[in-house]
C-alpha cells in the first residue's frame, strides 16, 4: 500500500524512469537529509539494475510496472522522469495514490489532458503537483520575472532562440521517436525556452504562426522550428530552436518601454543577465548563481510549507497549449487561436 505517513522521518520517494531525470534528480533527493528513495520502476532491466545501483536500491525494491510499485511500497511522493507521452497517466496515478507529484517537463502532450491536470491539482489541498522547469529555479530569469511583476512595465517585443546537437544526440533515442515524445525538439529543449518566455514575460498567448523543418516523413519530428506568436497585449515574441548545430546557446531578448532583458548562455551553465537602460547604457547586475534553487530541495519545501510550486501544471499548461497549437500551425500553414480558457 502507498500513502502518506503524518509524520515520516524521511519524505520516501519513489522514482518512475531511471534515466537522465530518474537518476540525477533521484541523487538530489537522496542527497537532502528531508528525503529519501526507496523504489524505482522503468520498463528495462538493464535502466533499473543501473539506476538502482545509483540510487542504492535493492533489488527487492526495483519494478517493471511503476502501478505495482505504487501499490507495494509506503511512499510518499514520486519523481516522473519518462517519456513524455507516459506523464499524463502517471500524474493521475499517483496523484490517484494520494502521492505528491514532480514531474519532468513538458507536463502532457495533449491540451486537454494538461487542462485537465491544471483543474485537478488546483484542488489540492494536501498533494504538490510540481513540473521540472528549471528556469523558475535560476536565479537570472528570477530576477529577470521581478521586473514585470513588481512595476507596471509590460513587456512589448521578445526574441528567443536555442541551439542544440539534438538531432544528432537523439537520433536512436525515445526523444526522436514522436509516439513517446510528442513531436521533436520543440517539445523538448524548445520546451524551456517556451516556458522561459512565458513564465518570466507573465504574458498570456492568443495565437501563432509556425514554420517547421522535420526530420522525418510524417512531418512529426521538428529539426527547426521558428514561431511568430502573438499575446494579449498586442506584444510579439519570435520563438527559435534550432537541432543541428553543435552545442546549446541559449538567448532570450526582452524589450519593454524602458528597454531590455537579455538572457544568454551556453550549454547547461548559469545563464547570465543584462539590462539595457532607457538611455542605451547597458548593465550586467550582479547575480548570485547559488541563490538557484535545486529542484528536489524545492519539492520537499513545498511538500513541507505547502506553498505554491514554483513551475505549476497552470504554468506547464500554458506551454502545451502554445507547442501543440504550433505543430497545427507548421503543418497547416495557418495561424492557430491559443485559448487557455
Not at 148 to 158: A, E, G, K, M
Request: hydrophobic share 35%; glycine share 8%.
Amino acid at each position: 500500500m502507498s500513502g502518506q505517513s503524518p509524520s515520516p522521518e524521511k519524505h520516501r520517494i519513489g522514482v518512475i524512469g531511471g534515466g537522465f531525470i530518474g537518476t540525477t534528480v533521484g541523487r538530489s533527493f537522496e542527497e537532502d537529509p528531508r528525503s529519501t528513495v526507496v523504489a524505482l520502476a522503468d520498463v528495462s532491466e538493464a535502466a533499473r539494475e543501473e539506476a538502482g545501483n545509483t540510487l542504492y536500491i535493492g533489488q527487492g525494491s526495483q519494478y517493471e510496472s511503476y502501478e505495482e510499485m505504487l501499490d507495494a511500497e509506503e511512499l510518499d511522493a514520486v519523481l516522473i522522469g519518462t517519456p513524455h507521452a507516459f506523464h499524463y497517466e502517471q500524474i493521475t496515478t499517483a496523484l490517484d495514490h494520494g502521492l505528491h507529484v514532480l514531474c519532468d517537463k513538458p507536463l502532457t502532450i495533449d491540451t486537454e489532458e494538461a487542462r485537465e491536470l491544471v483543474e485537478r491539482s488546483e484542488r489540492l489541498d494536501d498533494q504538490v503537483l510540481m513540473v521540472g522547469y528549471q528556469r523558475h529555479l535560476n536565479e537570472a530569469f528570477v530576477r529577470a520575472r521581478e521586473r514585470w511583476t513588481d512595476s507596471d512595465l509590460t513587456p512589448r517585443f521578445i526574441s528567443a532562440e536555442i541551439t542544440q546537437n539534438w538531432i544528432s544526440r537523439f537520433e536512436d533515442a525515445w526523444r526522436t521517436d514522436p509516439d513517446l515524445s510528442g513531436g521533436g525538439n520543440l517539445y523538448d529543449t524548445g520546451s524551456h525556452l517556451v516556458d522561459a518566455v512565458l513564465w518570466t514575460t507573465g504574458l498570456t498567448p492568443t495565437s501563432v504562426q509556425a514554420e517547421m523543418t522535420f526530420a522525418d516523413e510524417e512531418n512529426r519530428v521538428d529539426e527547426r522550428a521558428q514561431l511568430t506568436v502573438r499575446f494579449e497585449n498586442d506584444a510579439s515574441a519570435s520563438i527559435s530552436v534550432f537541432s543541428d548545430a553543435p552545442s546549446v546557446r541559449e538567448h532570450i531578448h526582452i524589450w519593454d518601454d524602458e528597454g531590455a532583458i537579455y538572457l544568454e548562455g551556453r550549454q547547461w551553465e548559469p545563464r547570465q543577465l543584462t539590462e539595457v537602460q532607457d538611455d542605451g547604457t547597458t548593465v550586467a547586475p550582479y547575480i548570485d548563481q547559488h541563490r538557484s534553487g535545486d529542484k528536489a530541495a524545492v519539492f520537499i519545501d513545498c511538500i513541507e510549507s505547502g506553498k505554491t510550486p514554483p513551475a505549476t501544471a497552470r504554468d506547464a499548461y500554458a506551454v502545451t497549449a502554445l507547442t501543440e497549437a504550433a505543430y497545427e500551425s507548421a503543418r497547416s500553414g495557418e495561424r492557430v487561436d491559443i485559448s487557455l480558457d
